[in-house]
């Protein structure tokens, strides 16, 4: 029997890639939507017009797919990171843009946010298992801590900050923005995501961070 051709195995490698592709946006809605427990492999299944055998396949388990879904949400946003030629700006400004993109992100991919905020009621149990996660942080950090300590070379940034500190600020903003929104709505009749006050809040999250890493 003939060995299938390079052209038909790469057809069939791209098939495979869709379809794993296909079932991890779909897990990420439900898992996302319905939490770790209340999500079904058999409803994702269906909404992918696969099987739970093929499923399994993939990824093994129902564990295993909620963890790569939590890995490829972690994944996009360290990815648009790579993607700014930070070292072509000065420091303020790519604070700035590194503060933008996170508030672009957070505000366009609302089921990430819920993934973290499952996770964080699982106490991050599945999330410690991941072999990925070092390789996901680490270089996040290392950027934002060469932008600081260039900031601090040139005199413009205070030095008893390090990148976590601003890290968590950042996200801190992004995600109470999108997270909370419907509460605070409900508290103080204002939408923290009409379009309106878009570019205040964008703005604003760069000042805030800005001015507190100047030096006094």
């Given amino acids: ?10 057809i069939k490698q791209r098939d495979a890639d869709r379809t794993r592709a296909e079932i991890l946006r779909v897990a990420t809605e439900e898992f996302a939507d319905k939490g770790y427990a ?3 492999v058999d409803e994702i299944a ?19 797919l909620y963890l790569a879904a939590l ?12 993607q700014v030629d930070l070292e ?6 790519a604070i700035r843009r590194l503060a933008e993109l996170t508030f672009d992100h957070h505000e366009s991919h609302p089921d990430f946010l819920r993934l973290v905020s499952i996770e964080n009621i699982h106490r991050a149990e599945h999330l410690t298992k991941s072999e990925l ?6 270089p996040a950090v290392e950027v934002l801590d060469g932008v600081l300590q260039r900031g ?23 995600v109470f923005r999108t997270a909370n929104r419907y509460t605070f709505q409900a508290i103080f009749q204002r939408d923290l995501l009409d379009p309106k006050r878009r570019d205040h809040y964008r703005r604003m999250l760069g000042d805030m961070v800005l001015d507190f890493l100047s030096r006094s």
């Fill in 152 to 174: 601090r070379e040139s005199g413009v940034f205070r030095d008893d900050v390090d990148a976590l500190d601003v890290h968590m600020m950042i996200s801190s903003f992004c």
């Fill in 46 to 64: 269906a909404r992918t017009s696969t099987t739970k055998r093929m499923i399994y396949y993939y990824f093994s388990g129902k564990e295993q």
């Fill in 1 to 10: 029997m003939a060995a299938p051709s390079s052209d038909t195995a790469a």
């Fill in 133 to 138: 996660l070092p390789g996901l942080a680490g």
């Fill in 38 to 40: 209340g999500a079904r």
């Fill in 71 to 82: 890995e490829n949400a972690y994944s996009v946003i360290r990815g648009l990171e790579s």
């Fill in 88 to 93: 072509a700006l000065e420091p303020a400004e």
